[in-house]
């Protein structure tokens, strides 16, 4: 059961925030959703699903990168989930540390102690959260990803391995090859243990050499990124890409940096580019 949380009139239509208890997670998790005002049980309209990225929750997009005027005009419904189970009981990192646990939950099932018993990321964005949404909200299964760092590995990794549930992906400074960085390696070591060839299934260049089915991937990298060269490492993603002929397009932006003023500055790129695929431009 849904139970509303609050709710907004913007940009003609609503952003609503909402909590429900997840099967998946076992806990209670909350989410946002902006539903533009072409949305009606007469109209079904496709949804972006926004992944966000370490520390963030569902409020970060959505108060930060000025996405609904330009949602609105295409008639794009947008979810934010948050980025980790929350809650009671919910295993933190024992250090407090900003990279491991709450608000880092990497969008991977953890098959590991403690973590095993909530942190089913990939199975609550992939399987239970678009039920949900989808039986709740007039939205159509027409749907894309895109996200933002942690959350754009996220949606790049989720894509790849469902390229069939999704019309396009997108990303903002995505860790493209986590299994390379120091971010990945501590997050996967903890929640799918020692052995590498488990981290694979999540890693974007390893995924994106093995496809057999290209979905349409736009990549936005700031040129003046203080994670770019130890964390995001794109050059590898575009290394992988042109090794397999895979059709990506990466957009090196000269002097932009990590945060959502960068994200600002091209939301309205990414939503034109997964309106194409969703059907609503040409």
């Not at 569902?58 to 000025?66: L, V």
């Not at 942190?119 to 299964?141: G, H």
């Amino acid at each position: 059961m849904l139970e509303k949380v609050s709710e907004n009139k913007v940009a003609g239509g609503f952003h609503q925030q909402y909590q429900h208890q997840s099967n998946v997670l076992s806990c209670q998790m909350r989410f946002a959703v902006f539903m533009p005002p072409q949305a009606s049980a007469q109209h079904k309209v496709p949804v972006l699903y926004w992944l966000s990225g370490l520390t963030c929750r569902d409020e970060n997009f959505m108060q930060k990168a000025g996405a609904f005027k330009k949602a609105a005009e295409l008639g794009i419904a947008i979810v934010a989930p948050d980025t980790s189970p929350r809650g009671e009981g919910v295993p933190d990192d024992s250090e407090g540390a900003y990279d491991l646990g709450l608000g880092a939950g990497f969008y991977v099932n953890a098959t590991e102690q403690p973590w095993s018993q909530h942190y089913q990321m990939y199975d609550y964005i992939v399987k239970e959260l678009p039920v949900l949404i989808e039986n709740n909200f007039p939205v159509s299964k027409n749907k894309s990803i895109s996200g933002h760092s942690m959350g754009g590995h996220g949606a790049l990794t989720i894509a790849l391995k469902n390229p069939t549930m999704y019309q396009s992906v997108s990303a903002f400074s995505p860790i493209v090859n986590p299994m390379n960085c120091p971010w990945g390696q501590k997050a996967f070591t903890a929640y799918l243990g020692a052995d590498t060839a488990n981290w694979q299934q999540y890693d974007t260049c390893h995924l994106i050499k093995n496809t057999v089915s290209n979905i349409p991937m736009l990549v936005s990298q700031g040129s003046q990124d203080n994670f770019l060269k130890e964390q995001l490492k794109p050059e590898l993603l575009q290394l992988s890409a042109q090794q397999v002929g895979y059709p990506l397009t990466l957009n090196m932006e000269e002097g932009y940096d990590h945060s959502y003023f960068f994200i600002s500055s091209f939301i309205d790129q990414h939503l034109s580019y997964h309106a194409k695929y969703l059907g609503l431009i040409d």
